[in-house]
């Protein structure tokens, strides 16, 4: 198949240079296809070898290549392993685009792994330093807020920052999902009728196609137990 092929001519640049830019860029590259094939473990091999087995690699591959080896490790569920990649871009490349997403990595690591706040104090920082410059990242980070004190079962927190994303950013696809999650908040808050009345607003919410049917399936079930 395609990816077979790409593989093929990778190795075998790589096998004619090990030791040199064209050898680097191979690796790198072989590493890639690695990702897009979801084959996680081949990816690691392949960029260990890439960070570790030339004497000198291309700089400015260096950080993807570590920003990969953290993604393929999250994948695998392996969340440690994936936070020490990420933290060794953030520590030893804080200028690059890498950092920017390692840090993102770290944020989810620690939501993977139940650690909740340390989640809020990463998502901070990381609003901290990327959200003012990128609007699309300040969304996200902001709805992830929302997310993590959902997560950690503040519900008066979660339906808080809900509420302010989709005053924020009310033409937003996102905005649909934070009010079904601000109704949820609501009703675990025992706020019943505020549950009702929030996933009511879904209805003409742009983007609502996908969360519409759970909201009139929840105001349903709700409406009928009060």
């Avoid at 790589?14 to 040199?20: E, G, K, L, R, T």
């Avoid at 959902?150 to 950013?169: G, H, P, Q, V």
């Avoid at 049917?213 to 929840?218: E, G, I, M, N, V």
Wanted: negative net charge; charged residues 25%.
């Amino acid at each position: 198949g395609r990816y077979s092929e790409a593989e093929i001519a990778y190795q075998s640049a790589f096998n004619i240079a090990p030791d040199s830019e064209l050898g680097g860029k191979a690796l790198y590259l072989l590493g890639l296809a690695y990702y897009e094939q979801e084959d996680y473990q081949s990816l690691i091999t392949s960029y260990k070898n890439l960070v570790t087995g030339i004497s000198s690699p291309p700089g400015g591959w260096l950080a993807g290549a570590y920003y990969y080896i953290g993604e393929a490790y999250y994948q695998l569920g392996r969340y440690g392993e994936a936070e020490e990649m990420y933290s060794y871009i953030v520590e030893n490349y804080p200028g690059s685009e890498m950092a920017k997403y390692a840090k993102s990595g770290l944020v989810a690591c620690a939501t993977q792994q139940g650690k909740f706040d340390l989640a809020l104090i990463r998502n901070r920082e990381f609003l901290e330093c990327y959200g003012e410059a990128d609007k699309d990242v300040d969304k996200v980070a902001k709805l992830q807020v929302a997310n993590l004190y959902f997560n950690k079962r503040d519900y008066k927190n979660s339906l808080l920052f809900y509420r302010r994303f989709a005053e924020e950013y009310p033409g937003n696809e996102m905005v649909a999902e934070a009010l079904y999650r601000e109704g949820l908040s609501f009703y675990r808050l025992g706020h019943y009728s505020e549950a009702i009345k929030t996933w009511k607003t879904i209805i003409n919410k742009k983007g609502a196609s996908k969360v519409l049917l759970q909201a009139l399936d929840r105001a349903a079930y709700t409406s009928f137990g009060l």
